[in-house]
């Protein structure tokens, strides 16, 4: 960063933009009136970085890497995502709906972890009593968790300060206020410097902050873009419309892998970890439809098997409609032209809509060639062996490309009772498996010919 001279600056509460000088209009973001004034000056503390160390150069080697132990929470599910626990002094950023159970299932971490760390929870959003009649109706140990409300960022601050507790959950950052920054509670420009103060305090006191942030009306956090490189973790809380599941996916971490996946149920004793997801995304009734096939992806560091479906219908009026949930809409029509030009199956007269079942987003390409085959299975209205597993990516010309850890991903589908498996020629296991007759194909073409013998 250049040496600022200037004490403040203008930012844009849409977009996070800054500015020299106030103006009536936001350069980037063209929204009107949306500038306001940050003190840059009585926020920061002279010399210290967002890192929280002063300024001096050592040898890589010198470093101490005897790392602090992480902190265990507990919960298999958030410690995978995590990857491994909660690093002292790092700043956790958790997003998601209002209602997804952030709170929820915090407020049940914090009971649980606050026997052994000293925990403290402040919440802006609810009162005191309400925290505290949620964790009664929940049987939870309420003896060791220390609570505030409050929402003045300076006053949290100076409480963390005096108490020193080993992990703090602020709830939420969009409430925090900081006196020194002139704009309303959930600003981005609010929001900005609030996480900068929070991310300097658990830098500075080696405390690790928890932060809740909502997402907005457009599906985003206030300011993500702002707050991302400020923090270590950032994960966000989904929670698929009606249904009880909810997943938490790692967006990024400084201290494990990313895009981990962790899988809750929302339950009336709250949040209820699901150790085996592959068996509730799989819940499939006694009747076997055309249109289902059942794919294995790869979340974090787990296969994951779930099922994708298709319908094909005619299509009323001109324009045939392509309709993708949980999948990416731009790739089903990229098939639906490979089909046409490689297959010579046209469905330019239909109407196309895909589904994951139960709420889960495939953001890898390893479900392509399933999701084809769903798509033609519902159009040929036949339906797909019961027990068959696909997975495997396709290329524009046709071709299906290996995807990575092939060998984990059939091993998943066994472990399920799969007995047919069409999957990349690359990925076809080296050694016959039992039970599992798998059928390695380069193309589009050759897996269809698989499908008739099957
Ligand atoms: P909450 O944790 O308040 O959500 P967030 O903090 O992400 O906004 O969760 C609230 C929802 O969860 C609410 O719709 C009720 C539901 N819920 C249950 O189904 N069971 C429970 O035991 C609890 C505490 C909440
Ligand atoms: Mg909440």
Redesign the pocket.
């Known amino acids: 960063m250049a040496k600022a001279k200037t004490k403040s600056a203008y930012v844009c509460d849409e977009c996070g933009a800054e500015h020299r000088q106030w103006q009536g209009q936001c350069l980037t973001c063209k929204a009107w009136n949306s500038l306001s004034r940050v003190n840059i000056g009585p926020v920061a503390e002279p010399g210290v970085g967002y890192a929280g160390a002063r300024a001096e150069v050592k040898r890589l080697a010198e470093v101490a890497t005897a790392e602090a132990p992480r902190l265990v929470t507990g919960f298999g599910e958030l410690d995978r995502v995590l990857g491994g626990g909660l690093v002292p002094g790092s700043v956790v950023l958790i997003g ?10 915090l407020l049940q971490v914090c009971c649980a972890l606050a026997e052994r760390e000293a925990v403290l929870y402040v919440t802006g959003e609810e009162s005191l009593q309400q925290l505290a009649l ?1 964790a009664t ?2 049987g939870l140990p309420m003896a060791q968790l220390s609570v505030a409300a409050e929402t003045r960022a300076e006053e949290v601050g100076s409480l963390i300060e005096s108490t020193e507790p080993d992990v703090v959950i602020v709830d939420s950052i969009q409430v925090m206020q900081l006196e020194s920054v002139e704009s309303t509670p959930g600003s981005v420009t609010q929001v900005r410097e609030a996480a900068a103060f929070f991310t300097r305090l658990a830098k500075r006191t080696g405390t690790v902050i928890v932060l ?1 942030g909502h997402v907005t009306k457009e599906g985003n956090l206030a300011g993500p873009k702002v707050l991302e490189h400020m923090i270590d973790c950032f994960m966000m ?1 989904d929670s698929p419309a009606g249904s009880r599941y909810r997943t938490l996916r790692g967006v990024k971490n400084r201290f494990g892998a990313v895009n981990e996946l962790g899988v809750f149920a ?5 949040m209820r970890e699901v150790s085996n997801p592959s068996a509730i995304f799989l819940q499939r009734g006694d009747v076997h439809s055309p249109g289902s096939v059942v794919t294995v992806t790869w979340e974090g560091t787990r296969p994951l098997l779930v099922e994708l479906q298709a319908l094909v219908d005619q299509a009323q009026g001109g324009y045939p409609r392509r309709i993708a949930v949980g999948l990416d809409q731009q790739r089903l029509s990229m098939h639906l032209a490979v089909l046409h030009r490689h297959c010579g199956v046209t469905l330019a007269d239909q109407d196309v809509f895909a589904n994951v079942v139960g709420g889960v987003r495939i953001g890898e390409t390893g479900a392509d060639l399933a999701l084809l085959l769903a798509v033609l299975s519902s159009f040929r209205n036949r339906a797909l062996p019961r027990e068959l597993i696909v997975f495997g990516e396709l290329g524009l010309t046709g071709e299906v490309r290996p995807v990575a850890n092939g060998e984990q991903r059939l091993t998943e589908a066994a472990k399920h009772g799969f007995k047919q498996a069409i999957v990349p020629f690359a990925n076809r296991p080296k050694k016959v498996r039992d039970g599992m007759t798998v059928h390695g194909v380069k193309s589009l073409s050759a897996a269809l010919e698989v499908l008739d013998t099957l």
Not at 98 to 103: E, L, Q
Not at 266 to 270: F, S
């Open positions: 998601g709906d209002p209602g997804a159970g952030k709170s929820t299932l949620r109706r929940l809740v809380l929302m339950t009336d004793q709250g």
